[in-house]
């Protein structure tokens, strides 16, 4: 080989090398910051059963609460990955940057405004939106729903400006004080609680709102320091027509999601009024594995898939997308098996306490059983997504959200009979497969395969999962039988131990099995940790 070729080979490896190191990095303050919000979140899960248990008024909370995230979806959260990122990550180029802080402050501005808009109308239509979504529920727990919704509707303001700059920050890779933000939300709704639910009852859920959002939007604000951001109006921007066409796929698709939630809890309302509340709860617990790891991982990758995008370096595209969904895999199988198996004491230990009976915990625990279906699809689901948002196209995953979405609804209205609002959590697991499904296939379609080994590795963390899952059930019903349920002791322990000792069996599965990623994971954190650290002391 001769110098020049050596050259090029050095950087090729550099250039190979690269996205996995800014991915990994990224993606580790992202999940290190997500398990702290997950951590909270379910600190926030357990306070309000606690004070509140699986009631009508939580019923009527969990509506208000819809409408304000699903409004933030609709104005920041899906035109984050789809599209702000993106385009503002292209104006980051050092050949566009001068234009950078100009087009970042027209965004901002929009999104800022549309926002304001969107408040007005929840507190002129609050009693309309109650009705479409939750009519079934008795017109006490309808009238508590519009008052909640008109006092956390202000909240959607800020959500959405703290959305529009995080898109900006991330655009720049600069994730850190994003994130801390976003794990600290929780802390509106845990410290307002304990405080104000004696005086003002359910209320002091929606003033948590409020509180939570300022903390978000507040630790954005230091990073902003020397990006000379310039607001404006200026609708005709090259940077907002750009982010409109790439956007209005996605606002397409969350519109339609927004109809299949309507749906889904009007449906649910009708099975009884303490029905939304077991969902809710187990969403979160269902959630947990799937924003600690998918969406982490997606929206570290974001940046290098539109950079390599961009580039149209597909090799270095292909190999960042299956880095994804390997490490996605990895972890998320193991966590959907674990908490299938210890679903029951899970649930006994965080929310069976206080207003919370042992009867709310056997439906809250099935419920998080029957959405678990589809806890894998969602999460492979993400980077998928990902992977077209950063080639600019963000219609082909609308168009595919659309047709998950009636799966959705055939199976909802085929399973709600015979199971209830079980059976609509057992919807959503067929809406998530029929979307992962055929996002895979198109990516397959386009790109071939991967080459990767991502089906392999995914065989290979079923086949470890499926042996943890023995050693986990065997465990916890020893320990159940040892000590029983009685106590905050023993429900710790009943979950630690067999949760310890499962993830251990896998853990040394994937080293007998010779799975790339256990030896990464193992590198990142002893690489990664100096770093990270050494990121927030800069401000990074």
Do not use: C
């Amino acid at each position: 080989m001769n110098e020049l070729e050596m050259e090029d080979g050095g950087a090729n490896a550099v250039e190979a090398e690269e996205p996995r190191a800014s991915v990994a990095r990224n993606a580790a303050i992202l999940s290190a910051a997500s398990v702290t919000s997950r951590v909270l979140g379910l600190a926030r899960e357990i306070i309000i059963p606690h004070y509140f248990g699986a009631t009508g008024m939580v019923s009527a909370y969990r509506l208000s609460e819809f409408v304000v995230r699903m409004l933030y979806d609709l104005l920041a959260g899906g035109v984050l990955s789809a599209a702000l990122v993106p385009v503002l990550s292209d104006y980051w180029r050092p050949e566009k940057r001068a234009e950078f802080a100009r087009a970042a402050g027209v965004v901002l501005t929009t999104i800022s405004g549309l926002a304001a808009i969107a408040v007005l109308v929840i507190e002129l239509f609050a009693p309309q939106i109650v009705f479409l979504i939750g009519g079934d529920l008795g017109q006490e727990y309808q009238d508590v729903a519009v008052q909640l919704m008109r006092v956390s509707a202000p909240a959607v303001w800020v959500f959405a400006s703290a959305g529009a700059l995080a898109g900006v920050l991330f655009a720049r890779e600069r994730f850190t004080y994003v994130a801390i933000g976003d794990a600290l939300y929780n802390l509106g709704i845990i410290a307002l609680v304990p405080l104000l639910h004696n005086k003002i009852g359910i209320f002091s859920l929606a003033l948590g709102i409020l509180a939570g959002s300022l903390i978000q939007l507040s630790f954005r604000l230091p990073e902003l320091r020397g990006m000379s951001l310039r607001p404006g109006i200026q609708l005709r921007h090259p940077a907002l027509i750009r982010i409109f066409h790439l956007y209005w796929p996605i606002l397409l698709a969350i519109m339609v999601g927004m109809i299949q939630g309507g749906i889904d809890r009007r449906l649910a309302s009708g099975t009884g009024d303490s029905s939304i509340a077991f969902m809710s709860t187990a969403t979160t617990l269902y959630q947990f594995p799937h924003g600690l790891v998918a969406v982490a991982i997606s929206m570290a990758s974001l940046p290098s898939l539109s950079r390599w995008a961009a580039a149209h370096n597909w090799d270095a595209y292909r190999r960042t997308l299956g880095a994804g969904l390997r490490g996605v895999l990895v972890l998320v199988i193991p966590a959907t098996v674990g908490l299938w198996v210890l679903a029951e004491p899970v649930v006994r230990l965080l929310a069976e306490h206080g207003a919370f009976t042992a009867t709310d915990t056997y439906w809250t625990y099935l419920t998080l059983r029957y959405y678990l279906v589809g806890l894998v699809f969602a999460s492979v689901d993400w980077p998928l997504n990902f992977a077209y948002y950063a080639r600019g196209n963000s219609l082909t995953p609308a168009l595919v959200g659309v047709v998950s979405v009636f799966a959705y609804l055939a199976a909802a209205l085929l399973l709600l009979k015979p199971l209830s609002f079980l059976g609509l959590a057992l919807a959503d697991g067929v809406k998530q497969a029929t979307h992962a499904l055929i996002m895979a296939y198109l990516i397959y379609r386009w790109g071939g395969r991967l080459n990767q080994d991502v089906l392999k590795v995914a065989a290979q963390a079923l086949a470890a999962s499926a042996v943890m899952a023995v050693a986990v059930y065997v465990s916890a019903q020893f320990l159940l039988g040892l000590w029983g349920t009685a106590g905050l002791i023993p429900r710790v322990l009943v979950v630690l131990i067999p949760g310890a000792l499962g993830g251990g069996v896998y853990y040394l599965l994937l080293r007998l099995m010779r799975v790339p990623e256990t030896a990464m994971l193992e590198r990142l954190a002893r690489r990664l940790s100096p770093g990270v650290i050494a990121r927030v002391r800069r401000g990074r």
